[in-house]
């Protein structure tokens, strides 16, 4: 068997889209999962839409996510150079538009853009694009040396037939078959000497003999101009796996005005990349059971791409804020502190045991900004209505709970020990002594120290981070409170 090897060939336009990381993923579990090769492949030969510092990010979130490629611009693997535009520098690209023009397969253009502009248009897939009329592959070959040598600027275009039809597989649709007439021209090396991307994507794809082509199934009505150039060289088809779309909760295209069409977005909107990268392979792909949660080992163990749908697969923030919860509980005290630190001195300035709030929330929170709300009654007691002291299922009321709250200030003000434990022991006594459920003591305290109807954790463990002084400022506040209902 001829050995896997894919590649990721990224454009360095800004932020890494979720839709660019489920590809690099994919074509990352593909090659793991048969020990093949996963390449890295900078595509920068669109110099408009090129941005400054936009391959760093490529390179610091496939570090990230645990996507390390075996070759690439920084690890040269025997195919390089790695980078489109040093490629150029070569000369393999007009070298191949060249064979091409010899072969009949392509042919210089030197029509103008008045003549241009002058052609008949078509809409396809949604977009407005001009159908050229082939008027230069008329031109002779004195003709054609002859503008050349006058220096008229110039495109190489791809010979397409008009008659007949053209077939290609796909993994995921199966075969395809396209009447030639629907073909256009397309450029392939362009008037600045830059090829374009379709016709960089198979030279390169091939002189780096890459086996499997992973990309979104936008490009699918691209493909059949692909085949054409595939077997015009002689070339050998690679196996190609055209994606679903991805879109938002409301059906349209996943776009940035989301708000978390980037890896870089759900970074920082709080999201571990462990859940990023688990919660994007299931964006079209899904396992033989209904297992969700996988690492990225697990992964390339089970990932088969044969099982990728053919439907557009939904982004549901809701389900990847349900899954991040999931690996945050999962994860190891120290590990959680430390993600979590910045949150919690954002909140609380004060120099409580921020180690030991940490681990109240830590299976309370889905992602890290959530801290906030849970957290923000430790910095100061917030204004509340003392209705939150009536609960049914307590058996608690304002009146019940004054009169708790006055008999256990009178203890807690003797209190030495303000550990967890030895405030619960005390409390606990308390309660055996008036013949109640713990609620019906705990319930007022912990609405008296934290003004709030839900908190990361229960009364005594509250009081344990207050402190001494703290928490007897609050149950009298508490009290003050009820005294003036």
């Not at 058996?395 to 006055?406: D, F, P, Y």
Request: aromatic share 10%; charged share 30%; proline share 4%.
């Amino acid at each position: 068997m001829t050995k896997i090897r894919t590649r990721y060939a990224p454009s360095p336009t800004g932020k890494m889209h979720v839709g660019n990381l489920r590809s690099a993923l994919y074509e990352f579990l593909i090659a793991k999962h048969d020990n093949g090769d996963f390449m890295l492949r900078i595509e920068d030969t669109d110099q408009e839409r090129f941005v400054e510092g936009a391959t760093e990010i490529i390179y610091r979130t496939l570090e990230k996510t645990g996507l390390k490629h075996d070759e690439g611009p920084d690890k040269d693997g025997g195919y390089g150079p790695y980078v489109q535009s040093e490629r150029m520098q070569t000369g393999i690209y007009m070298k191949y538009a060249k064979e091409l023009i010899e072969k009949g397969e392509a042919y210089y253009c030197f029509c103008d853009k008045e003549r241009l502009e002058s052609l008949k248009t078509e809409v396809v897939d949604g977009k407005e694009i001009m159908i050229y009329d082939k008027h230069c592959l008329s031109l002779s070959k004195a003709e054609v040396e002859a503008k050349l040598a006058e220096g008229i600027p110039f495109v190489i275009r791809q010979n397409n037939p008009m008659e007949g039809t053209t077939t290609f597989h796909d993994e995921l649709y199966g075969d395809i078959t396209v009447n030639n007439s629907e073909l256009d021209d397309m450029i392939l090396i362009k008037s600045d000497g830059y090829p374009t991307y379709n016709f960089a994507n198979v030279v390169d794809d091939h002189t780096m003999n890459i086996t499997h082509v992973v990309r979104g199934n936008e490009y699918l009505s691209s493909s059949p101009k692909y085949v054409r150039l595939y077997e015009a060289f002689g070339w050998e088809v690679p196996v190609y796996i055209h994606l679903p779309l991805i879109t938002d909760e409301n059906h349209k295209k996943l776009s940035k005005r989301s708000g978390h069409a980037s890896f870089e977005d759900l970074i920082e909107q709080g999201f571990v990349t462990e859940a990023i990268v688990n919660y994007v392979a299931l964006l079209g792909w899904s396992p033989e059971d209904n297992r969700e949660i996988f690492s990225l080992e697990e992964l390339i163990q089970n990932f088969d791409y044969h099982r990728v749908s053919k439907s557009p697969a939904v982004f549901d923030i809701v389900k990847l804020r349900w899954m991040n919860g999931e690996y945050l509980k999962a994860m190891d005290a120290d590990t959680f502190y430390e993600m979590a630190e910045p949150y919690l001195k954002a909140t609380i300035s004060k120099p409580y045991d921020l180690k030991k709030i940490a681990n109240m929330v830590k299976t309370r929170i889905e992602v890290f900004p959530d801290i906030a709300e849970h957290v923000d009654f430790f910095e100061e007691l917030p204004e509340y209505d003392v209705a939150m002291y009536t609960h049914k299922k307590m058996k608690t009321n304002t009146e019940t709970s004054l009169e708790v709250l006055k008999d256990v200030l009178t203890i807690l003000e003797t209190q030495e020990d303000y550990s967890n434990d030895g405030l619960y022991q005390t409390l606990v006594k308390y309660v055996e002594e008036k013949g109640c459920k713990n609620g019906y003591v705990m319930w007022p305290i912990r609405t008296a120290v934290s003004g709030k109807q839900m908190t990361p954790a229960g009364a005594t463990e509250i009081m344990e981070v207050l402190g001494k002084e703290e928490s007897l400022k609050r149950i009298r506040k508490g009290i003050e409170l009820l005294e003036n209902v």
